[in-house]
């Protein structure tokens, strides 16, 4: 990955100037992400905010924020959406679902869990404050597109069978959330080394017992189904309760249940050769 000194002006989010404040910070260029783990989750906690932008894609009003330490400048989203329809909501596409909710928590909640059960497919995330707003901040993914610009551009990845067990493990992933955008490959990145991750989990943990597409669980890794079993309420309490509530919980340890379930029957009908890895 090449740093080079970052030669133009950064505006900070009041509209002032802000090269000074940065003096000799280098941006990181490449692809993928430019920092993980704990050194991921301090940047984005404490670096300065020099420059945000609209980001221009999904609708809960991201902002893509530059932010410097002093040393490196790194890019990150900034979600604040947080909000709760009572009820049974409709949406244009097709579907209804019951208290819908819409949060920046969700994407942090969602990176703990990843966290939890070593998927690493949610880009670092944690909870900050800016100004008066309470939102999430998510490190950038460096150099990325969609799943559905790598369909669009016909790329093909060199590795079919590592390509499709990072696939099926976002599905994983995403049906253990109830994410209600699963759907939506928008919200799978690819890098240039086709290393996949899972973004935009605002619509997810819904109080649902079952999953929502049992059909798209075909494949397990064996590692996350183990780390699965030994998921319990007190551990998500601990380590998502900030950020959802104890019906929340319950109704992701159900799904759990579910795919463990799932994941059984498929080994009992093709093989553990032809289901886990």
Not at 31 to 57: I, W, Y
Not at 135 to 153: C, P
Not at 186 to 192: F, G, I, P, S, W
Request: aromatic share 8%; glycine share 8%; net charge positive.
């Amino acid at each position: 990955m090449r740093a080079f000194v970052l030669a133009v002006s950064l505006l900070s989010p009041g509209g002032t100037v802000a090269a000074a404040q940065v003096g000799a910070a280098t941006m990181e260029t490449g692809s993928g992400l430019p920092l993980r783990g704990e050194a991921a989750e301090t940047f984005l906690r404490t670096a300065k905010v020099v420059r945000h932008r609209p980001l221009g894609a999904g609708v809960s009003g991201s902002e893509q924020l530059t932010l410097t330490d002093g040393t490196a400048i790194h890019k990150a989203v900034w979600k604040t959406i947080n909000e709760f329809h009572p009820g049974l909501t409709s949406f244009e596409g097709g579907g209804t679902i019951l208290d819908y909710e819409d949060s920046y928590r969700f994407e942090i909640a969602a990176y703990e869990l990843d966290k939890l059960l070593g998927f690493e497919l949610v880009p670092p995330t944690v909870e900050r404050v800016l100004g008066n707003r309470t939102g999430s901040l998510q490190m950038w993914v460096e150099s990325a597109i969609t799943e559905w610009d790598r369909k669009q551009r016909n790329l093909a990845p060199p590795d079919t069978e590592q390509w499709n067990r990072q696939i099926h493990a976002v599905r994983l992933l995403q049906q253990l959330t109830f994410d209600w955008d699963a759907q939506n490959i928008h919200n799978v990145l690819v890098d240039a080394s086709f290393r996949v991750y899972a973004i935009d989990f605002s619509r997810s943990f819904a109080v649902y017992e079952k999953v929502q597409q049992e059909k798209l669980l075909e494949r397990f890794p064996r590692a996350r189904l183990t780390a699965m079993k030994a998921l319990d309420e007190a551990t998500l309490a601990a380590k998502l309760g900030r950020w959802i509530g104890r019906p929340q919980i319950r109704t992701l340890l159900k799904r759990r249940d579910q795919i463990l379930a799932i994941a059984a029957r498929r080994v009992a009908e093709k093989g553990e050769a032809a289901v886990l890895y």
